[in-house]
């Protein structure tokens, strides 16, 4: 009797940066399990889809995936963010999908994708706020040598492992890539310990939990191993790293170990609270060599009464100057943010305030979002509500604004130095990367003209010639020294 067929699985990975670490780890998973993991849209026995349930378009987005994953002949099983929040619910509303599975899932999800195909039944979860789940302590973390196998890691030695999986003597999780490409995630922290009223990330993700360096620094190594030149830490909060381990300031003895790993060219951090931004952390993101000096900052609105409303902290001034000293350490830092508009309660003085701080603030990228209720938020029980019309109305006038600056700020970089992580090349003369202030997705690109000779991976200076928007165009240094 010939041997039976390998399973196959494809992984469909929606919403952020922590969503592409999780789909890793469930494909080290999976393949260790004896799936194959195929690309998406190849013939496969089971698709996974890594939903996203931040905001409304996002969950919208995540239906979708699913329901195009159901035209096709395999299973398919619904993961991530919006799985985890509505589990049950979510399953008796989309029977197009075969199974809705959470976080605790994962572990075992070979298992419950062999059932799955097997035609046995597999229940969805049953969602719970992850807030009352109760924590691991710092001590037992920082103290104990190997989580237990099941809750977040393995047990098999290095020899049982497929080819291209991290050891465990690396991450705390099997990880296999899925981009080869020269920029990888590589997660912090999960979970956020902040109570901003318009989110419900807490209650889906949990209580912040940091990972300990040396998981970080091995993953690192790793990662480096497999060709990453560019690692984007990410988290739910960076700034909050190693809070729970006892040490506050870890992150800044971190990101210069981070980035002296061998191989790693540049280091970027994600996701900056501005009220936690610490004098000394802003110094080692704005002036270690290898760190690039980026500043992910969640502003979210600049008026200080509806910040106060968010359950947030700070204000125009106040994140001004905060701007103002980051580029007295890195004139050429980079800046971005994203701001919520239509929040309940907000009035035109409140968004004229906001537009009075982007003017000044001079970000490189601005994401404007518009407010919509999100369930089990505080936000959604507030009054003075505004009407999807003036929401929409604001978005637009901020967004076109936010274009306006942002494409102003990539022309003051016209005549500048930059360097180039080039991630694609036509094979000729033309290349195409992000500088130190671009990171991956959200803040534009560079191209690079006359590029012979550049290779995927190449870090090149390169002066800037022109911009599109937050696109910039640029001439590696040498072509500018010949002509």
Not at 169 to 197: F, M, N, Q, T
């Amino acid at each position: 009797m010939p041997p039976p067929s390998p399973r196959r699985v494809a992984l469909v990975t929606l919403g952020c940066a922590r969503n592409d670490v999780d789909s890793e780890e469930l494909a080290g998973r999976l393949s260790a399990d004896g799936w194959t993991v195929v690309a998406e849209g190849e013939t496969a026995d089971a698709v996974v889809v890594n939903t996203c349930g931040f905001v409304e378009s996002a969950k919208k987005d995540s239906i979708d995936t699913v329901l195009a994953a159901a035209d096709s002949a395999a299973k398919v099983v619904a993961v991530g963010c919006l799985a985890e929040r509505y589990g049950a619910e979510l399953a008796a509303s989309l029977p197009e999908a075969d199974a809705v599975l959470g976080f605790d899932h994962y572990p075992d999800l070979g298992a419950r994708l062999d059932d799955i195909v097997a035609g046995r039944a597999v229940a969805s979860h049953t969602p719970a706020d992850r807030r009352l789940l109760l924590p691991v302590t710092p001590v037992d973390r920082a103290t104990s040598p190997r989580p237990v196998p099941g809750h977040g890691e393995t047990d098999r030695p290095d020899g049982d492992l497929p080819e291209g999986l991290a050891p465990p003597s690396g991450p705390r999780i099997l990880r296999r890539r899925l981009d080869g490409g020269p920029v990888a995630p590589l997660k912090l922290a999960s979970g956020c310990d902040r109570r901003c009223a318009f989110c419900a990330i807490p209650s889906f993700r949990g209580a912040f939990v940091s990972r300990r360096p040396a998981d970080v620094l091995a993953e690192a190594r790793w990662l480096a191993e497999q060709g990453v030149r560019e690692l984007v830490l990410v988290s739910e909060n960076s700034t909050s790293y190693g809070k729970d381990l006892g040490d506050l300031r870890l992150l800044e003895t971190l990101l210069p170990q981070l980035a002296a790993v061998d191989g790693v060219d540049r280091i970027r951090v994600a996701y900056l609270q501005p009220a936690e931004v610490r004098p000394g952390l802003l110094r080692v993101i704005a002036q270690t060599p290898g760190v690039a000096p980026y500043f992910d900052l969640s502003f979210q609105h600049a008026s200080e009464p509806l910040l106060r409303r968010m359950r947030r902290f700070g204000s125009r001034e106040r994140f001004v100057a905060l701007l103002e000293s980051i580029r007295e350490l890195a004139p050429q830092a980079g800046a971005r943010s994203n701001v919520i508009v239509g929040f309940p309660g907000e009035t035109e003085q409140d968004v004229q305030e906001l537009e009075r701080f982007l003017v000044e603030a001079r970000l490189d990228a601005v994401g404007v979002f518009g407010y919509s209720d999100e369930d089990g938020t505080e936000a959604a029980s507030y009054d003075a509500k505004l009407d999807h019309d003036t929401i929409r109305q604001r978005v637009e006038r901020v967004s076109a604004l936010a274009e306006e600056l942002t494409a102003q700020r990539a022309e003051e970089r016209i005549g500048t130095t930059i360097d180039v992580l080039v991630e694609t090349t036509d094979g000729n003369s033309r290349a195409e990367g992000r500088a130190a202030h671009q990171a991956p997705e959200v803040d534009g690109t560079t191209t690079l003209r006359g590029a012979r000779g550049c290779c995927v991976g190449d870090i090149v200076a390169a002066r800037v010639e022109s911009s599109d928007g937050v696109d910039l165009v640029a001439v590696p240094l040498a072509m500018a020294a010949a002509s």
